[in-house]
């Protein structure tokens, strides 16, 4: 059994240290029991995947959270510092005391930052209970500690660089060998293996005793120490090493792991290092820095006008689908031609394409048709949806993009098993992206209004949020070539990253890296120098800072690059959907996220636009908090034993409300939320938000004009946004010939052609443009409808195989004689008729690329009037977002959970329910099972989970036996009703249609 949830004696209060005259808790589940309700229901939220299924008590509890799958993922979950903190508690012995932890962080000269946040990270650790025990003996989860650290034999080693220890490098080690190593370091020679290595660790844990060695080392010695002290720490050598490299073999500061290969004791790199596990520890998030300030009208302007250019282009998008929407290929999805195709009809490129087609398609407006030839053709909501204001339009989209799992960045790539992802098709979820856009966008609203970012600091700071090293992103694993004078030792670190080895390897598929920030950018650590000069001659300041050569940076794993991936395409889609206007976050956008509208009057007095902001981050501060809980605790329980114990106080330690506490850090700028998980806001709520940014974007927004400007070269220039019947019957009479700020739309024989085929005539034609247009209609223009028109519908096609109709026999006689009719296989049939061997659309296509205007006619000798199909789906709903993780539990829940997981540790300890408790049921009250009807069960139970209170239910069990209990409903939903149970003490579900009837406590039927 772990020794985290295996039995113990006494009882430890939640947060108790060691440092008073009580003991602390001996496993977390004693430490759980100490915990308040509320410090439960916190680890819960912070874990939601605990609660699946409801344990049944908190050994249980503590046993699933020691559990390696529910490790690692909270694990991912953490930021940079609080990573780094139970990092250091994975090379430090266990149990660690606070100061030990505190020196490892902010090394012996206790820099005031990192001793200012540590209380923050270690109550997030131990929130979270991955950490338990008191401040002398914090016990980090044995779990966390095997996913944060290597074997002891290499080479993988972990973030920090540290390799194993004295103890775990000479475990084959040979006696004579180790009595060897004391001698050649001065010191007495042992009776036994055990008490050398224990005088070999003292001597490198003691910092005088140590200088002075050093003092003794040759300056090539030195050097290699220098290349190994922050890692990788193993090193190869050659069979006869030289004389620096064995002067180190032989007193032990470095120990052979196998031929070749020698490593440098953890104890040998902390005192080189000044006692610090990380190289640069990152105890604040990197502020997010302002690229270049504008007018905040200036980027609502611009965003608005974006906003606009893409409610059109997904009309444009849906409008060309309806009558020629693109197959369904057999895998799903649509093909490249049809997606090249899109895009040159959108004039854009492909991935911009995408993007417009998957954003419809998560906003409901697009789906298959489920037809035979199954095609992608727009939904019914589209109808409603395009005679929508500008605004509102512009809302169904941006909610859905809020919403949507479904990514278009990652069409053009491959799944796991190698499979194509296409635009519509499967596999294109990332449970992830709300997540990041949402978090993407809060720290853009951080920035001074107006404010644009710098993208590579808004990747930052998200790469800290989730615990990713400052410096990943590529770099060689290894040390490279360490010399040493004749005998030069050779790095042999695979580095961290590579499988099977990496600290975290486990639960982010390769090891962290060692997280050292450029100091050019942060500067050094806060007391020293960037770069301390190194002595020859060794001491304890001159080895603080040992270790110049660049510690690599491992790679980005594959869910951090599309972590990272995310957040870039979060940036651009925000711009092309007008979220953000010339990079910065608009106001509707800040409303968009349920935050005010900022307040930019005096941010626009200026009138101007700036470049090369501050860099200030207003979600940025220093986040400092000492604090220190203390707490008293009585508990008692089978598994543990009975008893009582006080704790002393230690800054973080506990759970409560004071500083230094996870609720604090919470509140506290500068950092992320302390939640478990990401908590996505419901479609009413976006829906709600979407609609009071679209009240402020509408006045932004172009008026649709009724009118366009006829010029003489056969062009009309709309000066902006059309109104629909103006824009459908242009668009249907000239060819759009580019697309801006003013729409440019070119008439030609074709596109008149086109409009009369759709059933308008030449009066017709003149009376629009007279009407719509400002300037007078041009004369060729008019000439150019009228030629058509009289050419149009001269000649008729129709079915024979097909023929040609036409009055004038002389045209006819043209027709025949053109050398261009000969694949056309006519033949008179009479002065007025020719018979073809094509059927009549085709017939009609070759006779219009000769020149002429035929026109089709029906079975009764009318003309027919063609008009492009539009095509609809059955009603469709979107695409269900598919979540990442467990869902975070509400209040009520939680509530419930930590109800049942007491009663349940009560039972298994055998103990009571303590007099006046309000969970005890209430006797029955007379009158057998309650009954009512159907609708009003319904109602009271909804009544009962609204306002927490407990009711009788009247019920029917599987086996057809009635039974009566009290419950108090936490969910009524999908003909279920989640209850916790008095009467059983746990939490239950209960069919609806089980439920006889509702009665009060009291006993009156409801």
């Known amino acids: 059994m772990p020794a985290e949830t295996g039995p113990a004696g006494r009882t430890g209060a939640a947060g108790s240290t060691g440092r008073g005259t009580g003991p602390g808790p001996r496993t977390l589940a004693e430490e759980l029991r100490s915990r308040t309700d509320g410090e439960l229901a916190e680890l819960l939220r912070a874990r939601p995947d605990l609660l699946s299924p ?36 994975a090379v430090a012995p266990d149990p660690c005391s606070y100061d030990t932890l505190l020196t490892l962080m902010a090394g012996e000269d206790r820099e005031e930052r990192v001793a200012a946040e540590l209380p923050r990270a270690v109550a997030t650790l131990r929130t979270r209970a991955l950490l338990w025990g008191g401040g002398d003996r914090l016990h980090l989860v044995r779990t966390a500690r095997e996913l944060l650290t290597p074997a002891a034999t290499g080479p993988a080693v972990p973030s920090t660089g540290l390799g194993p220890t004295v103890s775990e490098a000479t475990a084959g080690m040979s006696p004579g060998r ?142 060309t689908w309806e009558t020629a929407g693109p197959s369904v290929l057999r895998a799903g999805g649509v093909s490249v031609r049809d997606l090249k195709r899109t895009a040159a009809a ?28 199954e095609r992608f053709v727009p939904t019914p909501e589209y109808d409603v949806w395009r005679t929508g204001p500008a605004q509102e339009r512009w809302a169904t989209l941006v909610s859905a993009w809020l919403a949507a799992t479904r990514t278009a960045g990652v069409v053009g790539g491959h799944d796991a098993k190698g499979r194509a992802l296409t635009v519509l098709g499967p596999g294109l979820d990332r449970s992830q992206a709300p997540e990041i856009r949402h978090r993407t966008l809060e720290l853009l609203a951080g920035l001074p209004p107006g404010g644009a970012p710098r993208p590579d600091s808004v990747l930052a700071r998200l790469r800290w949020e989730r615990g990713v090293p400052s410096g990943a992103g590529g770099g060689a694993a290894g040390a490279g070539t360490v010399t040493g004078g004749p005998g030069a030792v050779t790095g042999a670190g695979t580095g961290p990253g590579r499988a099977g080895g990496g600290a975290g390897a486990a639960y982010g598929g390769s090891g962290y890296g060692d997280g050292s920030r450029v100091q050019a950018a942060h500067g050094p650590p806060a007391g020293r120098p960037a770069a301390a000069p190194r002595r020859a001659g060794g001491g304890a300041d001159g ?18 690059e599309l972590r990272t991936r995310l957040t870039e395409w979060t940036l651009r889609e925000a711009e092309l959907l007008g979220v953000t206007g010339r990079g910065a976050l608009s106001t509707h956008g800040r409303v968009l996220l349920g935050l ?179 300037t007078p209609v041009p004369q060729p223009l008019s000439y150019l409808i009228d030629d058509v028109a009289r050419r149009h519908g001269h000649l008729r096609v129709g079915a024979a195989s097909s023929y040609v109709r036409c009055e004038d026999d002389g045209l006819l006689a043209e027709i025949l004689a053109d050398k261009r009719s000969e694949g056309l296989r006519l033949r008179r049939l009479a002065p007025t008729v020719l018979a073809a061997g094509l059927d009549p659309a085709t017939l009609l296509a070759k006779l219009r690329e000769m020149g002429f205007a035929p026109a089709a006619e029906s079975a009764e000798g009318d003309v027919v009037i063609t008009r492009p199909g539009v095509h609809r789906t059955a009603p469709r709903t979107p695409p269900a977002p598919v979540p990442e993780g467990p869902p975070v539990p509400d209040d009520t829940l939680l509530a419930a959970t930590v109800r049942a997981v007491r009663a349940g540790d009560r039972a298994a300890s055998g103990g009571a329910v303590p007099a006046g408790d309000a969970t005890a049921p209430e006797p029955p009250a007379p009158g057998g099972l309650p009954h009512g009807s159907p609708g009003d069960t319904l109602a009271a139970l909804q009544a009962a989970a609204l306002t927490g209170s ?36 746990e939490i239950r579900t209960y069919p609806l249609h089980r439920i006889t009837g509702v009665a009060e406590p009291s006993g009156e039927t409801r």
């Open 178 to 319: 180790l009595q060897q190593i004391l001698t050649t370091a001065g010191l007495p020679t042992t009776h036994d293996s055990v008490t050398a290595v224990e005088s070999l660790t003292a001597l490198f844990t003691d910092r005088e005793r140590m200088a002075e060695l050093l003092g003794e080392a040759p300056p090539e010695a030195l050097r290699v120490l220098d290349r190994l002290v922050w890692g990788p720490p193993y090193g190869q050598v050659p069979a006869e090493p030289g004389p620096a490299v064995r002067w180190l073999v032989t007193r032990g500061l470095l120990l052979p792991t196998a031929p070749g290969t020698v490593v440098l004791p953890r104890e040998v790199a902390l005192h080189l290092r000044g006692g610090r596990a990380h190289r640069i520890t990152e105890p604040l998030p990197p502020p997010v820095e302002t690229a270049a300030e504008y007018s905040p009208r200036s980027v609502d302007a611009a965003a608005a006008g974006q906003a606009f250019t893409a409610v059109g282009t997904v009309d444009d998008l849906l409008h």
């Open 346 to 373: 959108l004039d854009t490129d492909e991935p911009t394409a995408v993007f417009w087609i998957e954003l419809a398609f998560a906003a409901g407006l697009l789906a298959s048709d489920g037809a035979t030839d």
């Open 596 to 774: 005010p509208a900022a307040d930019t009057s005096a941010a626009d007095t200026s009138g101007g636009d700036a470049s090369g902001g501050d860099g200030a981050d207003a979600v940025g501060g220093d986040g400092r908090g000492t604090g220190s809980d203390t707490g008293t605790g009585t508990d008692t329980g089978s598994d543990t034993g009975t008893g009582t114990g006080t704790g002393g106080t230690v800054p973080g330690s506990g759970s409560g409300t004071g500083p230094g506490t996870s609720a604090a850090a919470a509140a506290r700028p500068g950092h992320p939320p302390a939640s478990g998980g990401f908590s996505p806001r419901s479609p009413a709520e976006i829906a709600a938000a979407a609609a009071r940014a679209a009240g402020l974007l509408a006045p932004l927004l172009p008026e649709p004009l009724d009118h366009v400007l006829l010029q003489a070269d056969l062009t009309a220039v709309a000066p902006g946004p059309l109104e629909r019947p103006l824009a459908e019957t242009l668009g249907v009479l000239a060819d759009v010939e580019s697309k801006g700020g003013a729409t440019v739309y070119r008439f030609t024989p074709d596109s008149v052609r086109r409009a009369l085929d759709a059933g308008r005539t030449a009066d017709d034609l003149h009376a629009f443009l007279a009407e719509h247009s400002r």
């Open 54 to 89: 409801v344990p049944g008590d908190l050994t249980q509890l503590a046993t699933r959270a020691v559990n390696r799958a529910s490790v690692a993922r909270v694990l991912e979950q953490l930021d940079r510092f609080a990573v780094q903190t139970a990092e250091a508690l």
């Open 543 to 560: 080895w603080r800072t040992a270790g110049t050569a660049p510690v690599p940076a491992r790679g980005l794993s594959s869910a951090e």
């Open 950 to 985: 407990p009711v009788w239910i009247g019920c029917v069990t599987a086996e057809g036996t009635a039974d009566r209990r009290l419950i108090a409903p936490v969910r009524v939903e999908s003909g279920l009703v989640t209850a916790y149970d008095h009467t059983a003490e």
